[in-house]
């Protein structure tokens, strides 16, 4: 079975910066692609990023020139660099890869 870790959120203020990383427990970026996924309360989980299993990037509009998507294929791992970060960027942060999801990691931007 396999298991997505997300970890690198927190607590930030406005205009700050955090990297995210989803760790797989095996290889299946290069197989399925990958995306990062936010749930804000009250709202449905939307595609912030993702990384098709060629490599090539997507973006929401919302994030486009603030966020970057990553892989490190030796270490099974997606990152997330977000930057110049808003309190609308608040929420529960998730990585999925085909059926597989993780459990997520809260970013909280706020003053």
């Known amino acids: 079975q396999v298991q997505l870790v997300e970890s690198g959120g927190g607590l930030v203020q406005p205009g700050g910066s955090l990297r995210l990383s989803c760790t797989a427990s095996?290889?299946?970026?290069?197989?399925?692609?990958v995306g990062w996924y936010r749930q804000a309360p009250g709202k449905q989980r939307e595609l912030v990023a993702g990384l098709t299993s060629g490599g090539t990037p997507n973006y929401a509009d919302s994030v486009k020139g603030r966020f970057t998507i990553s892989r490190d294929n030796a270490k099974n791992t997606v990152y997330l660099q977000m930057s110049s970060l808003k309190p609308e960027d608040t929420a529960v942060y998730y990585c999925?890869?085909?059926?597989?999801w993780g459990k997520g990691t809260l970013v909280t931007v706020s003053s």
């Open positions: 095996g290889s299946i970026f290069t197989i399925y692609g």
């Open positions: 999925g890869a085909g059926v597989y």
